[in-house]
């Protein structure tokens, strides 16, 4: 059986591993980057990966770019945001898409609950 592929993009490193390493443990293949510019790299890369998994606020490349980005040439993709920061609207090019957002500190069952319904 194929694995589903996920980027997850995560300036903040430790946060990262533990994403990543859950994520695997839970069945996934995942891709990982440090900011939106090499995700967006990998995106372009990597037809596969089914779900994008991303901080909002990054260096490089924030979270709301990378989407509108990836989402231009990847009409299909499924993503999933992540954000510390309390209510940070999302552009409106973006509004009409379901975009989930996982606040702050969250669980990480929550996100591996959350990949494998949206990828479903």
Same mark, same amino acid.
């Given at each position: 059986?194929?694995?589903?592929? /996920?980027?997850?993009?995560?300036?903040?490193? +430790?946060?990262?591993? /533990?994403?990543?390493?859950?994520?695997?443990?839970?069945?996934?293949?995942?891709?990982?980057?440090?900011? %939106?510019?090499?995700?967006?790299?990998? =995106?372009?890369?990597?037809?596969? /990966?089914? =779900?994008?998994?991303?901080? /909002?606020? +990054?260096?490089? +490349?924030? %979270? $709301?770019?990378?989407?509108?980005?990836?989402?231009?040439?990847?009409?299909? =993709?499924?993503?999933?945001? +992540?954000? %510390? $920061?309390?209510?940070?609207?999302?552009?409106?090019?973006?509004?009409?898409?379901?975009?989930?957002?996982?606040?702050?500190?969250?669980?990480?069952?929550?996100?591996?609950?959350?990949?494998?319904?949206?990828?479903?």
């Amino acid at each position: 059986m194929t694995k589903i592929s /996920i980027l997850v993009a995560e300036d903040e490193a +430790m946060l990262r591993v /533990i994403a990543v390493e859950m994520l695997e443990d839970a069945g996934f293949q995942v891709f990982e980057a440090g900011d %939106g510019a090499e995700a967006l790299e990998l =995106l372009k890369a990597n037809p596969q /990966i089914a =779900l994008l998994v991303s901080d /909002i606020k +990054m260096p490089r +490349m924030d %979270g $709301y770019a990378l989407v509108e980005a990836g989402l231009a040439f990847r009409p299909d =993709l499924k993503v999933l945001l +992540m954000t %510390g $920061y309390s209510q940070v609207p999302p552009p409106p090019v973006l509004k009409a898409r379901d975009i989930q957002i996982l606040h702050k500190p969250f669980n990480l069952e929550r996100l591996c609950a959350l990949a494998a319904e949206m990828t479903a």
